[in-house]
């Protein structure tokens, strides 16, 4: 049984997360997980669950957030799906 940080539950089934920094952090879900250590989209302002569009050490949830809050956002392109042929 572990504790989670976030919402204090002690639960059977919780996991660690270690961060780059190299802190550990205890949850019981990952959406405490995301709570607690997603990065916030510099655009919208949600929390960026998949990868992510990084600028210059700015973190946007997506391709269109990062060219509508980047001076030279035009030449950002969605990396995902398949490309035209
Ligand atoms: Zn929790
Ligand atoms: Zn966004």
């Known amino acids: 049984m572990a504790r989670c940080d976030v ?4 639960y059977r089934l919780s996991f660690e ?26 655009h919208c302002g949600c929390k960026i669950v998949g990868h992510g569009v990084e600028v210059s050490g700015r973190f946007y949830c997506c391709a269109h957030c990062a060219r509508r809050a980047e001076p ?7 990396a995902a799906g398949t490309p035209p042929s």
Not at 7 to 10: A, I
Not at 17 to 42: K, M, N, Q
């Open 7 to 10: 919402c204090g539950n002690d």
């Open 72 to 78: 030279d956002g035009a030449e950002i392109k969605d």
């Open 17 to 42: 997360i270690r961060t780059t920094s190299g802190d550990t952090h205890t949850f019981d879900s990952f959406e405490c997980a995301i709570h607690r250590l997603a990065p916030v989209c510099e």
